[in-house]
């Protein structure tokens, strides 16, 4: 329990990944990991290339199972879920923004940000309802006159703002990004930042952002450096106003 009286929303404890597990080629990746995140945190996730951070973001997404150790979201020990639970517990807690935004060309960019209200739990909501709260989010992230426009009708950084309307359409507790601003130039990395922090402060959505990017890191609240499959370090920081 935390100083404010709530629960982590993200505890695990002795994590381990291993792939290729009982076979001569199996490689360790993570190594006995302890963490624990309070909710509404806003987080960096650093390290070296191959040192286990995307694996790490795929376990806390329930996209990967670990290969041993606990892990408990949002209170609940989902380690031994089975893949309909591992979907409905993501549908409950989680959004997801990637470094490819992967947006379905077919569809306009309202249409993308319904999408994930219209699985699971939520197929009993109202479209207009959906569509409803995809224009808000649209006007949240300065598109709301691209509703209407496909996903190659806008720009990179235009598309990656979409992918955040969409990871926060069903109000997640926590949003997990995978390098969200790896594809893009200073300024929209910079735009794509402060709309992220914006949805932290104004609406208290945990962030836990995976980065090679050490100006991105350095205006979080906490980074956690990963090396070797290992945590290295994990500090408070005060974050740079730029």
């Known amino acids: 329990m935390s100083a404010n009286g709530k629960a982590p929303l993200v505890e695990i404890s002795g994590l381990h990944k291993t792939y290729n597990e009982g076979l001569p080629n199996a490689e ?69 923004i990637f470094q490819f935004h992967h947006l379905l060309p077919a569809f306009t960019a309202v249409e993308n940000i319904m999408l994930p209200g219209l699985m699971g739990r939520s197929r ?11 224009m808000e989010l649209l006007d949240a992230v300065g598109l709301h006159d691209a509703a209407d426009k496909k996903p190659t009708e806008l720009s990179g950084g235009m598309q990656q703002r979409v992918a955040i309307a969409r990871a926060l359409v069903r109000g997640p507790q926590m949003v997990l990004a995978d390098e969200p601003t790896g594809n893009l130039d200073t300024h929209s990395s910079d735009t794509i930042f402060a709309l992220l922090r914006q949805f932290n402060r104004n609406r208290g959505t945990g962030l836990l952002i995976v980065t090679h990017d050490p100006r991105l890191a350095a205006r979080c609240d906490r980074i956690i450096e990963l090396v070797d499959g290992r945590i290295a370090s994990d500090k408070p920081n005060t974050p740079v106003v730029t």
């Open 28 to 96: 360790e990746v993570l190594h006995g990991i302890d963490l624990v995140i309070q909710p509404g945190e806003f987080t960096a996730l650093i390290g070296p290339s191959g040192s286990g951070k995307s694996t790490l973001l795929n376990i806390l997404g329930l996209l990967e199972s670990a290969s041993g150790g606990l892990y408990h979201l949002g209170g609940r020990d989902v380690t031994a879920f089975d893949d309909d639970e591992r979907t409905l517990a993501r549908h409950e807690v989680l959004g997801f």
């Open 124 to 134: 009993g909501v109202l479209q207009s309802d959906l569509r409803e709260r995809a």
